[in-house]
């Protein structure tokens, strides 16, 4: 079954500092997602991204993140100067054009401290 | 903006026994999505609904879309130890053409052997 992949699984980091997210989205999947999950809460939408440009995004994902597509597999998270309520499981997900049902990544566990 | 609730926050039940588990919302929905989480792992899609009134099952999980748009509820028959997890609902966010989910807070459950 296809696989929505995630590096690294776990990253700690120093407030201040700059961190890249990585996520390999399914190959012939068009639409990307990043979400993210303070621990013991629900989900939370950040952005969308498709075409090569931010369809949609949350209140949450302000001037600290970046998303990007370097090339044609990989789907970026930037967070550019991590403050400690950063910290959480962030969630890559693609999906198929027409489908509401995404497929999420194992996450990326980010500790700031 | 939308928000889901769900119920109960939390359940624990024999292993063998029936669960059933709600969603609610103020405002309609047009998809209702039903997603598991395991511990350390992104959620996973285990049922869509796209019809009001709509019935379907997965194995032993049936969910139906309520007839209101407003509620969706999750039935697991013959629980099983690893039906262990947090059952989350999801749906789209207001907006035409908005494929940003909305996640509910989730319900956790634990299966005692």
């Known amino acids: 079954e296809p696989e929505v992949t995630q590096t690294p699984s776990h990253q700690v980091t120093q407030m201040g500092q700059e961190v890249i997210l990585r996520c390999v989205p399914i190959?012939?999947?068009?639409?990307f997602y990043w979400y993210r999950q303070i621990l013991g809460q629900k989900v939370e939408f950040l952005v969308s991204?498709?075409?090569?440009?931010?369809?949609?995004k949350s209140e949450i994902f302000d001037d600290q993140f970046s998303v990007e597509r370097p090339d044609g597999s990989n789907f970026t998270l930037k967070i550019r100067s991590t403050k400690l309520e950063d910290s959480a499981m962030y969630f890559c997900?693609?999906?198929?054009?027409?489908?509401?049902?995404?497929?999420f990544g194992s996450g990326t566990r980010l500790t700031v401290v | 903006g939308q928000q889901l609730n769900q119920s109960p926050q939390s359940m624990f039940i024999q292993e063998g026994e029936d669960v059933s588990m709600n969603c609610t919302s103020s405002s309609i929905f047009n998809t209702w999505l039903w997603y598991k989480q395991e511990p350390g792992e992104g959620p996973v899609l285990l049922i869509a609904?796209?019809?009001?009134?709509e019935l379907t099952s997965n194995g032993r999980l049936t969910a139906q879309f309520g007839i209101t748009r407003k509620d969706s509820f999750l039935n697991i028959s013959a629980s099983i130890p690893s039906d262990v997890g947090i059952y989350f609902c999801a749906g789209p966010h207001d907006g035409a053409g908005s494929y940003q989910l909305t996640f509910g807070k989730g319900t956790k459950l634990s299966v005692i052997p």
């Open positions: 609904l796209y019809k009001a009134g």
């Open positions: 190959s012939n999947h068009l639409y």
């Open positions: 997900a693609s999906r198929a054009t027409g489908a509401y049902g995404y497929t």
């Open positions: 991204f498709y075409n090569n440009e931010i369809s949609e």
